[in-house]
């Protein structure tokens, strides 16, 4: 029943359709449902900007200037990637906490009862033609559930290799390689 309440959803995509495999979706709560899709875009809008983010220090450098004037810290002291979480200090993490509270208040909880979920009234993806706008709707859903996996593994590569990015050495240098040049193992 849950199954046929949900399957034409924005969202259920080929080649998977509905996919539910731990049953969030097996009472056929529509509200529930609603919330859960609401959180999922914010997420993934959150994990689009991150992925992004966690990147472009390696590739175009950093920020010019002070993270902290009263500590002496520049952005260029501070390292890229999960290494630079030890080095901001907490005044920075404070601001970041309150910012983040700022937005989740200030955003309301029920964005999802009044209308359609993750509609905040900013209209970016929006088309006079609704088989567009479906289109697009569905492409932020896919490229946001792709970014979630992407920012996970970035932080997996980065915590094994000390990189998220950009610096092949830390594959080329790696225990992985230890097995290189045993008998058998031979150039293309």
Same mark, same amino acid.
């Given at each position: 029943?849950?199954?046929?309440?949900?399957?034409?959803?924005?969202? #259920?995509?080929?080649?998977?359709?509905?996919?539910? &495999?731990?049953?969030?979706?097996?009472?056929?709560? #529509?509200?529930?449902?609603?919330?859960?899709?609401?959180?999922?875009? !914010?997420?993934?809008?959150?994990?689009?900007?991150?992925?992004?983010?966690?990147?472009?220090?390696?590739?175009?450098?950093?920020? &010019? =200037?002070?993270?902290?004037?009263?500590?002496?810290? !520049?952005?260029?002291?501070?390292?890229?990637?999960? %290494?630079?979480? %030890?080095?901001? &200090?907490?005044?920075?993490?404070?601001?970041?906490?309150?910012?983040? =509270?700022?937005?989740?208040?200030? @955003?309301?909880?029920?964005?999802?009862?009044?209308? *359609?979920?993750?509609?905040? =009234?900013?209209?970016?993806? *929006?088309?006079?033609?609704?088989?567009?706008? *479906?289109?697009?709707?569905?492409?932020?859903?896919?490229? =946001?559930?792709?970014?979630?996996?992407?920012?996970?593994?970035?932080?997996?590569?980065?915590?094994?290799? @000390?990189?998220?990015? @950009?610096?092949?050495?830390?594959?080329?240098?790696?225990?992985?390689?230890?097995?290189?040049?045993?008998?058998?193992?031979?150039?293309?």
């Amino acid at each position: 029943v849950a199954l046929k309440a949900f399957e034409s959803e924005l969202g #259920v995509q080929d080649p998977v359709g509905f996919w539910d &495999p731990v049953g969030f979706t097996s009472d056929g709560d #529509v509200a529930a449902f609603k919330r859960r899709r609401s959180v999922e875009l !914010k997420h993934g809008r959150i994990s689009m900007m991150a992925a992004m983010g966690y990147i472009t220090p390696e590739v175009t450098g950093k920020l &010019p =200037g002070f993270l902290s004037p009263s500590a002496g810290l !520049k952005f260029a002291d501070i390292p890229n990637g999960l %290494a630079a979480v %030890a080095k901001v &200090p907490v005044a920075g993490w404070a601001q970041i906490a309150a910012y983040f =509270g700022f937005v989740e208040f200030s @955003g309301g909880f029920d964005d999802y009862k009044s209308g *359609t979920p993750g509609d905040y =009234g900013f209209k970016v993806l *929006t088309s006079s033609d609704p088989a567009e706008k *479906t289109k697009k709707l569905s492409a932020e859903l896919a490229n =946001g559930r792709l970014a979630m996996m992407a920012i996970i593994g970035m932080f997996f590569q980065d915590g094994l290799t @000390g990189s998220a990015w @950009g610096d092949w050495a830390n594959y080329t240098a790696s225990p992985l390689r230890a097995f290189e040049n045993e008998l058998g193992v031979q150039d293309p």
